[in-house]
């Protein structure tokens, strides 16, 4: 089970610093990434970063997000620096078992998801 956090509304420009838990172990030994969803658009890759912290990131953040895990905590981050306004996009994180994908039906599970509105 996943548990994404740290989301909340914001204005342009801002940062936000996204979190995702799992309570099962096995975790760490899974690539992690991040997703997004747009109102009305089909959930799009943002990061993804393997065991070993080796990493890949999405052309549109690039520069400005950045994702990082703690494999002692069983947690995942991601840094994201001088938001865009934007309605409320869904971030929301899964693990795969291919390494550094960024295709959506490589990942096994989803948690709910955390909401960031950005004003302008």
């Known amino acids: 089970q996943l548990k994404e956090s740290g989301g909340g509304l914001v204005q342009a420009g801002a940062s936000l610093n996204l979190s995702c838990t799992s309570s099962e172990d096995t975790f760490n030994r899974y690539t992690l990434g991040w997703f997004r969803q747009r109102p009305g658009k089909e959930r799009e890759f943002v990061a993804t970063?393997?065991?070993?912290?080796?990493?890949a990131v999405a052309g549109s953040v690039r520069g400005r997000f950045t994702i990082s895990r703690d494999n002692t905590k069983n947690t995942l981050y991601l840094q994201m620096n001088n938001l865009e306004p934007e309605p409320t996009a869904v971030y929301s994180c899964?693990?795969?078992?291919?390494?550094?994908?960024?295709?959506?039906?490589?990942?096994?599970?989803w948690g709910q998801g955390t909401q960031v509105p950005v004003s302008s």
């Open positions: 970063i393997t065991w070993s912290s080796g990493t």
């Open positions: 899964a693990p795969s078992t291919t390494s550094l994908t960024r295709k959506e039906p490589t990942y096994e599970y």
